[in-house]
């Protein structure tokens, strides 16, 4: 059991480790890369289209998707720590806001780049969906509600 503690700390550490070095790319590196992925996506969903609007949408997903990982991961950590429903969820979501303020910041200081209030919002409802997944299927697998 406490490797497998150990090992989400790990985990933990690390997905925190690639969504900061997302951050510190700079403008020219970061387009890149998501031009790549929108490439991609627009094959298999053709309503996103391979313009500046779907390059919008394939890095604000981006946010999205890196924060419901890395609120998957909170949860798993901290559910066998935290007592009672509202704290098994605003602490983790805490400790992604807090990692979304210092992305945000980090943005602040790479050529080309900027911190966004609204991509913290969007990191947020990341994390939140994670969360309440989570919960909800560690709920249903012990037999009792995750709430």
């Known amino acids: 059991m406490k490797k497998k503690k150990i090992l989400l700390c790990i985990l ?28 991609v996506i627009s094959k298999f969903i053709p309503v996103v289209t391979n ?22 991961l909170l949860a798993l950590e901290l559910a066998n720590y935290v007592k009672g429903w509202l704290r098994r969820f605003v602490e983790p ?7 979304a303020f210092i992305d945000e910041t980090i943005q602040l ?13 969007i ?3 990341g994390a939140a969906l994670g969360i309440l997944i989570t919960l909800a299927i560690i709920g249903n697998r012990r037999g009792r509600r995750a709430y």
């Open 109 to 121: 200081f790479v050529e080309g780049r900027s911190g966004q209030i609204v991509d913290v919002w």
């Open 51 to 72: 313009d500046d609007q779907g390059m919008f949408l394939v890095r604000k997903a981006a946010h999205f998707t890196e924060y419901a990982i890395l609120g998957v």
């Open 123 to 125: 990191d947020l409802s």
């Open 12 to 39: 933990i550490v690390a997905w925190l480790c690639v969504i900061w070095g997302h951050s510190l790319q700079p403008a020219v590196e970061s387009e890149f890369e998501s031009a790549k992925w929108l490439e």
């Open 93 to 99: 979501l805490a400790f992604a806001l807090s990692a």
